[in-house]
């Protein structure tokens, strides 16, 4: 697997699901990176085929 360093945004419809690079339809892993402006944490989804990182704009308070 290689490590993508770009993260995507991304607009989720009805299902966010498949990676938009490889075609990898059956889910994503999960990855939390801090926001520099907040005590919040971005939710990063990461393909586990090519290492395509997406953001669909969700944020977590830990």
């Known amino acids: 697997m290689e490590k993508s360093d770009e993260i995507k945004k991304i607009k989720v419809e009805e ?9 990898f339809n059956r889910g994503f ?6 926001d520099d402006d907040s005590s919040k944490y971005r939710v990063i989804y ?7 990182r997406y953001d669909v704009g969700l944020k977590v308070e830990l």
């Open 46 to 52: 990461i393909c586990p085929e090519c290492g395509s």
């Open 29 to 34: 892993h999960a990855s939390f990176l801090k």
């Open 15 to 23: 299902e966010f699901r498949k990676c938009t690079v490889c075609g």
